[in-house]
Nanobody, 115 residues
Framework: QVQLVESGGGLVPPGGSLRLSCAASGSIFSINDMGWYRQDSANTRELVAAIHSGGITNYAESVKGRFTISRDNAKNTAYLQMNSLKPEDTALYYC?????????WGKGTQVTVSS
């Protein structure tokens, strides 16, 4: 059983920064992927960032150069550093962990970018 708990969301003005955390528990292996999706108020869902075995990362075009995903395997925790936030980044951010094709999800953390 894998459980994921996100934290770090909140209200931030445009141009601000937030750091999201995703703490994983259960059978967690560093070779498996972790990442972040987001879903906005129009229910549009987007893969924001993923981190693969060996630390290889990929990002949505909309966040490249502003967001950084990282992972601490000793803590079974993934992070999403978000800088230069824009109003269009407002969404519910979900963490996932993928194990042989099965995705496990957290409940999400809300990020709102507004002045």
């Amino acid at each position: 059983q894998v459980q994921l708990v996100e934290s770090g969301g909140g209200l931030v003005p445009p141009g601000g920064s937030l750091r999201l955390s995703c703490a994983a528990s259960g059978s967690i292996f560093s070779i498996n992927d972790m990442g972040w999706y987001r879903q906005d108020s129009a229910n549009t869902r987007e893969l924001v960032a993923a981190i693969h075995s060996g630390g290889i990362t990929n990002y949505a075009e909309s966040v490249k150069g502003r967001f950084t995903i990282s992972r601490d395997n000793a803590k079974n925790t993934a992070y999403l550093q978000m800088n230069s936030l824009k109003p269009e980044d407002t969404a519910l951010y979900y963490c996932y962990y993928e194990d042989y094709g099965a995705k496990y999800w957290g409940k999400g953390t809300q990020v709102t970018v507004s002045s």
